[in-house]
């Protein structure tokens, strides 16, 4: 394979073998003695339904890595370092092309297929936005086996249309009013559940940061800047490279820092109702806080609305849009964005401070 490295080389491998693969079919195609094997019925794609179209000349058979085996190039490469939910995700999402189309080589899909996927998938009654997310890893998988493998093969997923509103609720945020009620309330309870509630409303971090966080990663919290180190933990990745940041810590969800600590037992997470297993149980801290929360709060609003109310109270004191986006892990546009250490503890905490007054 002209390679020292095992893994190139069995990549090179695998390439070269699909292409002898799909040589040799070829071969016994041409020299096989059936009839009628040189006249077939192409097939064209209209609204959702193959259709007959003119006889066409055969000549060669689509053959290579079938979707499954880029699903595993893929997983094998991409997928180093990354979180469960990642190979899940991607699984997932060839798993219903294939559900679809079944599993074919690369080659032989095409824009046919693509649209039945797609059509598949609204009938399944699949929003926008998921519609999206599944044919983004879709693509993706595709685009790099076909680099790996070096693959003369057309992509047909991309560019392929589809509502990306279609049944997509708008996540409201929290009215300022509507947190003060629920921090009280989270104040005249005093458990674990609402010292993450309250945790949440004045930081705007994800439930899942949140819900998996170690005591040790409260820092300073009798200081002039309490903050949180946020950062990987083998129970608990995070969904960016800028989601691992400091969160400063004022009003309430200070409080809360504080009472976490006071409060802690023998284990090591701050939330350990949801760290029994190998991994957070996010969805578990998800269903019961959504539950409680909507009794406090208007229509449409989850746990995830504190998120959205932090950018806008943060919007409210003027603080300067690439500040918000340090405080909440958003990534910031722009090459220079990614030059130096970004913004000083202090000044972040200084502009947390102001917004939750």
Known sequence: MGTTSAQKA????????????????QLRLVHADVFGMKIVKQTTFIAGHRSSDQPVQVEAVLDGPTLLDALDVYLRQKG???SKSFEVAARRA??????????KPLAA????????SRNWLVERGLTGSSMTRNFSYVKAVINFAVSELAL????PFIGVYHDRQAGVQVRKPIPVKSIRVVQDTCRAIDDDLRHLIALVSDTGMRLGEAAGLALTDFID???PTPHIKLVKHPWRSLKTASSER???LAGQSLWAAQRILSTASTSAFAFPRYNVAKTTNTNSASAALNKWLQQHVPDG????????SMRDRLRAVECPSDIVDQIGGWTTAGVGHGYGNGYPLAVLHQWVARSVS
């Open 10 to 25: 069995r990549m090179l491998s695998l390439s070269a073998s699909a292409k002898l693969e799909a040589y040799w079919a």
């Open 301 to 308: 609003c989850t746990m995830h609305s504190f998120r959205h």
């Open 152 to 155: 003369d093969v057309k992509n």
């Open 94 to 103: 060839c798993g219903y092309v294939i559900d679809a189309c079944s599993n």
């Open 246 to 248: 400091l969160v400063p």
């Open 109 to 116: 899909f095409d824009r046919a297929d693509a649209l039945l």
């Open 80 to 82: 180093k370092g990354r």
């Open 221 to 223: 919290l009798d200081g």
